[in-house]
């Protein structure tokens, strides 16, 4: 019995170990409880509502860009799509083979798709499809809800209206890259669907349009699933945005351009508005606002037109002709009278060497009346040289060349305005008196762009530092522009002289004369010299330019401003490789004018041309087919029969001595 | 025959169960259902009614098993512990011709988990085997090994199966009843000891998924997608209900899918969400109060084996309830041990119920008279 005592003892010792050791893990545990509940509690509640409330973003709409009246010239229409999002996907080829029950994803579909999976980080999205219509978007909605990774969004795609006539200055929008992702770190970048600005006003402008994001608060199951919604933030729409273009003007002038490789530009010589900024050809903007096809893209940029680069901003050209209005406010301001003179026989010697007039028999005697008017280059040749190159390039800089604008433009050429200074620190050498010789003209060194010829023919015909500008300020108010401070005199001289190129019978460009009655257009040619032309050349007589490959012909320039006896609007044409300033530049510039005043006129005046257009556009389209039906039939044949085998001989055509003027932008 | 059954001492016998006990299990019972009704998103199904049913059965079960008497369990506990232990055996040659691990023995009706029972066989061999061993040759080591053997061979049969959480419960009540039957206190410590020092040893022999879930144990947060996501959101579901909870209904973590297992192993977390720090200690302190009467049947109890059976399976309930609790609060690993009478499930209630029945079979036989 004592044994069983003993027993019951020990045990009873025991048990009162084990009971302590309960009520300390009990203890522990409502401690813990206690802890996490009430003193953790607002964490894990903060915890629990992360999990629970998802915030969804509301891409904004992006704003509209609209003309100076308000027309739109980009709005938005409603796309429907699906996108994936990689990161997101359990089971690639399941979720493709999903969606192929749904929609139509053919071959190439897929694997764009999954090349797009393969190059991208796994956070962006990718597209599946896009434009869908409703019925179908309906049915993916309620088919792939429970496929993670799959989203069909409700987004917004760009629309531009007027298509190729305003890609350059608007540019086009697109899928953010992921490095303007992981530089910005906004959200909306990763949006499914969501495009921004990639070009021209897009591009500049896409802070504004962007507008800012709203946001859905949804509660989601663990899977994502959404059980229902808890409030929205609307979101705030991009600005709309207003441009000082005239959408009808600009549409005007990029059909009367046809199949030119060519720029126009109209400014407001008062506030410096840019009415038209058009460039041709272009691209169609809708369509990079997508995906650009790789056959389309390779043919924009093998085409020598040059579809992809903004002339009217970017283009670089000898100003030729147009130049020596500058030449000529330059003489005046150094004490050049007008009634001074040389007798012009077509050749002016300097050294060794000759220059030439481009009239071969000359103009006899020239003073600064019709020094313009006959475009006579040894009168500017002898005037140039007698003033010396700064005294010009001081004057180009005051008229606006050499210099960039405050514009929402995706890149603007600088241009060059040479000078000793420039000389020197360029090459290294001095300035010598034939570059003057070529610069008094337009030629050599001296390079502007078709924008900024269009603002020095606005200062010269309103006399005052106008700034073009792009965006409609709120309010339209017109800005004020100090005075150029060049003698109302020296301009009257020149703006006669313009008057004259286009309304004397001497004139160059006689054909720019205007229909509109009471309503007078002054101008300047200008033809720029794309090739030079050799001694052996011009004693054989000088190739006609209608003779001579496309991209040997010269530069075909014409600035222009109407009406005469109060400046309105200021225009720049530039045509590449358009023979003649007078002959093909001058005619668009009357008929763009024209239309400001009289658009029935200036609109009866297209029917021809498009007419032509249209036939030489099908003359080369059965060209092209025939090129690449021989093409293909080649490919076809043994290689023995191949002629297209054996390279054929290749000439140097370019002539080595020739000038070639620096491109560079600096 | 009949007559003599239906005229029996009835009262008598239903007026010695411990009434006032089984009416707090009842409470937890009760309560697990409410939850259970819950976790479906307010409705008795798939869940709640099946689990009512069960419990209703599996109590009217244990208030039959209450009335046997102890001395009929120390007869019956050799032939148990050897038919449980050819069960596992069973499950483990089964799973082997069938090519893959089974736990479950189909015997036409039901199916049995033998590894439940031997928790509950575990207890009895060993209190059984105490009963006969004379006092103070409990520590020597040709008494200790067949104690041994006794833990090891069931505890061995259940890793190969491999259920880690029943195995550790089956070692933990065979060796509280060797603690309690009195083998010398300094075996227990040296083997802690040895334990402790051999856990470099264990660690360079775990795969690298099981150092991974020790690793994520230690810091869920390093993992909050793969496997610490269960700590997390059970510590997130704990944490957010507060002191008395978002409501009934009301939980979020719970009915959006966020919690795992929301029925069975955290269920505590479930409950705690809707229910608060005061729904825990609920249950925490009516666990308690069954166990501090386990213990006291313990303490009364007549005869070492009663004694042993009594509060080894009071500590075989305990370790249940302190391992899930542990879980969901994250002071444990995840181990798959569902919270006794609240969790969804028929095998661990059926368990549950038979030890609270044998436990009141003991403490029937401390009120009989003459004893």
């Not at chain 1, 658009?599 to 297209?606: H, I, K, M, N």
């Not at chain 2, 005229?7 to 299990?25: D, F, M, Q, T, Y």
């Not at chain 2, 520590?139 to 049969?157: D, F, G, S």
Request: aromatic share 8%.
């Amino acid at each position: 019995m004592s044994n069983e005592a003993a027993r019951e003892q020990s045990f009873t010792r025991r048990a009162f170990v084990l009971g302590g050791g309960m009520a300390a893990v009990g203890a522990t545990l409502i401690g813990r409880m206690t802890w996490l509940s009430i003193f953790e509690g607002e964490r894990y509640q903060l915890a629990s509502e992360e999990n629970r409330v998802q915030l969804r973003l509301i891409p904004p709409r992006r704003g509209w860009i609209v003309d100076r009246n308000g027309k739109p010239l980009a709005l938005n229409k409603p796309d429907y799509r699906l996108e994936l999002i990689p990161e997101q996907v359990v089971d690639l080829d399941a979720t493709l083979a999903r969606v192929t029950k749904i929609l139509n994803l053919d071959f190439a579909d897929e694997l764009r798709i999954r090349a797009d999976i393969a190059i991208q980080p796994r956070y962006m999205p990718v597209e599946v499809a896009r434009d869908l219509d409703w019925p179908a978007f309906a049915a993916l909605n309620v088919q792939v809800a429970d496929v993670p990774g799959l989203q069909p969004v409700r987004a917004f795609a760009r629309v531009y209206p007027d298509g190729d006539q305003f890609a350059h200055l608007l540019g086009y929008v697109g899928a953010p890259t992921p490095e303007q992702y992981r530089e910005q770190k906004d959200p909306l970048l990763i949006f499914p669907g969501f495009r921004i600005g990639k070009d021209g006003i897009e591009r500049h402008e896409d802070k504004g349009l962007r507008g800012t994001a709203g946001a859905l608060k949804v509660e989601v199951t663990a899977r994502g699933k959404v059980i229902r919604e808890l409030g929205t933030r609307a979101d705030k729409p991009g600005e709309t945005l207003k441009l000082t273009i005239d959408r009808d003007l600009q549409n005007y002038a990029a059909r009367r351009l046809g199949d030119n490789s060519a720029s126009v530009i109209v400014i407001d010589c008062e506030t410096g508005d840019i009415l038209t900024m058009v460039s041709m050809p272009a691209y169609d903007p809708n369509l990079f606002s997508t995906r650009v096809p790789a056959k389309l893209w390779k043919e924009l940029q093998e085409n020598d037109h040059n579809p992809l680069l903004n002339k009217s901003a970017m283009g670089l050209y000898p100003p030729g002709s147009t130049f020596k209005l500058v030449t000529t406010l330059a003489a005046l301001e150094a004490g050049v009278t007008p009634d001074q003179g040389v007798i012009c026989n077509g050749r002016y010697r300097l050294g060794n060497n000759t220059w030439h007039c481009h009239s071969r028999r000359g103009h006899g005697h020239v003073d600064m009346h019709s020094a313009l008017p006959k475009s006579c280059d040894i009168y500017f040749y002898q005037y140039g040289r007698q003033i010396g190159i700064d005294a010009i390039a001081t004057m180009a800089r005051r008229l606006g060349l050499g210099q960039k604008y405050e514009l929402p433009l995706a890149g603007q050429a600088a241009g060059i305005v040479p000078d000793r200074a420039w000389k020197l620190k360029r090459y290294k050498k001095d300035w010598g008196i034939g570059e003057t010789l070529n610069s008094a003209i337009g030629q050599g060194y001296i390079i502007t762009n078709p924008l900024q010829l269009a603002v020095m023919t606005a200062r010269i015909a309103s006399g005052k530092a106008v700034m073009p500008r792009l965006m409609m300020p709120a309010g339209g108010a017109a800005p004020v522009f100090d005075s150029l401070g060049i003698p109302e005199a020296h301009l009257a001289i020149v703006r006669q002289g313009m008057f004259d190129v286009v309304n004397s019978g001497m004139g160059t460009a006689r054909g720019a004369r205007s229909p509109v009655g009471g309503i007078h257009i002054a101008g300047k040619t200008g033809t720029a010299q794309v090739r030079r032309i050799t001694a052996e050349e011009r004693r054989h007589g000088v190739k006609r330019n209608e003779a001579l490959p496309w991209k040997q012909r010269d530069h075909a320039l014409f600035v222009a401003f109407a009406p005469t006896e109060s400046p309105r609007y200021a225009v720049s044409v530039i045509i590449e490789h358009g023979i003649a300033g007078g002959k093909y530049a001058a005619p668009i510039a009357r008929d763009v004018l024209t239309y400001l005043f009289e658009p029935e006129r200036a609109l009866a005046a297209l029917a021809p041309i498009e007419r032509e257009v249209a036939a030489r556009r099908e003359e080369n389209a059965r060209l092209q087919a025939l090129a690449d039906t021989t093409q293909d039939q080649q490919a076809l044949m043994p290689s023995w029969l191949r002629t297209d085998l054996v390279a054929p001989p290749t000439f140097e055509i370019a002539d080595p001595d020739a000038p070639v003027p620096p491109r560079d932008d600096n | 025959m009949l007559s003599a059954l239906l005229n029996g001492p009835w009262r008598r016998e239903l007026s010695r169960l411990p009434w006032s006990i089984i009416a707090v299990i009842v409470a937890l019972g009760g309560f697990g259902l409410v939850i259970l009704y819950s976790a479906a998103g307010g409705s008795l199904d798939p869940w709640a009614l099946k689990q009512g049913i069960r419990f209703a059965i599996l109590l009217t079960a244990m208030l039959g098993l209450a009335l046997i008497k102890p001395d009929t369990w120390l007869r019956l506990a050799w032939p148990i512990y050897g038919v449980v232990l050819a069960g596992l055996l069973g499950v483990e040659l089964l799973g082997q011709i069938s090519g893959g691990s089974q736990r479950w023995l189909d015997i036409g009706i039901i199916q049995l988990q033998p590894s439940e029972f031997m928790k509950l066989a575990i207890v009895l061999a060993l209190a059984r085997y105490y009963q006969f061993l004379p006092r103070g040759y409990e520590t020597r080591l040709n008494a200790l090994i067949p104690a041994l053997a006794l833990i090891a061979a069931p505890a061995a049969l259940v890793m190969l199966q491999p259920d880690l959480g029943t195995a550790l419960s089956i070692t933990f009540g065979g060796v509280v009843v060797m603690f309690l039957a009195g083998v010398r206190l300094w075996l227990f410590v040296s083997a802690g000891v040895a334990a402790i020092a051999a856990m470099p040893l264990a660690w360079s022999m775990l795969h690298d998924y099981q150092r991974k879930r020790v690793l994520i144990f230690l810091d869920p947060s390093t993992d909050p997608r793969g496997a610490g996501y269960h700590i997390t959101q059970s510590k997130i579901a704990i944490g957010s209900g507060g002191l008395d909870g978002k409501g009934f209904l009301n939980g979020t973590q719970s009915h959006l899918d966020y919690l795992p297992e929301l029925q069975t192993d955290f269920i505590f977390a479930t409950m705690a969400e809707e229910w608060g720090l005061l729904g825990g200690l609920y249950i925490i302190l009516l666990f308690g109060v069954v166990l501090f009467w386990g213990i006291r049947v313990a303490l009364q109890a007549k005869g070492q084996f009663q004694r042993l059976l009594a509060l080894g399976l009071t500590a075989t309930l305990f370790f249940y309830l302190a391992i899930n609790m542990m879980m969901v609060m994250g002071l444990a690993p995840v181990v798959g041990i569902p919270l006794p009478l609240i969790s969804y499930g028929g095998s661990a209630m059926m368990t549950v119920l038979i030890l609270l029945g044998l436990i009141m079979g003991v403490a029937r036989h401390n009120k009989m008279p003459g004893n």
